[in-house]
């Protein structure tokens, strides 16, 4: 069972991807802020070393544990948009996992919004 759930996480993270041509990388990473699924689409480099990534990973779930103390005042976060100079940052929260992906900065806010609603529908099981 464990090895098909895997499998399903790989398989989400691709659909990510596969979602726009300017989409970067896409990782789905646990509470405690471990990476249990991340792929870099492929022609990309990576803007980060591996272990700058697993940092930003640790934190982006610290960000989400330090948001859930306004969720009663102001409600559950949709999600985390972060744009950069050289990348924009997107992180959505479901049931169990953060789904964070990055994608070119040039993109229109429209299709961003497109894609973060796509996403939420892809990601709705984990």
């Known amino acids: 069972m464990v090895a098909k759930n895997k499998v399903d996480l790989l398989e989400i993270v691709q659909k990510i ?3 726009d041509s300017k989409m970067r990388f896409a ?3 646990d509470p405690k802020g ?3 699924e991340a792929i870099m689409k492929a022609g990309k ?3 980060e070393s591996q272990k700058e990534e697993e940092h930003f990973c640790k934190q982006v779930a610290q960000r989400r544990a330090m948001r859930k103390e306004f969720d009663r005042t102001l409600g559950k976060v949709r999600y985390v948009h972060v ?3 050289k990348v924009s940052q997107m992180v959505i929260y479901t049931k169990r996992n953060i789904v964070y992906f990055a994608m070119e900065p040039e993109m229109s806010i429209n299709t961003k919004i497109r894609l973060i609603t796509k996403i939420k529908k892809i990601t709705i099981s984990i």
């Open 83 to 85: 744009e950069r100079e």
């Open 45 to 47: 480099t990576s803007l």
């Open 34 to 36: 471990n990476i249990r």
């Open 27 to 29: 990782a789905i990473i």
């Open 17 to 19: 991807l596969d979602l």
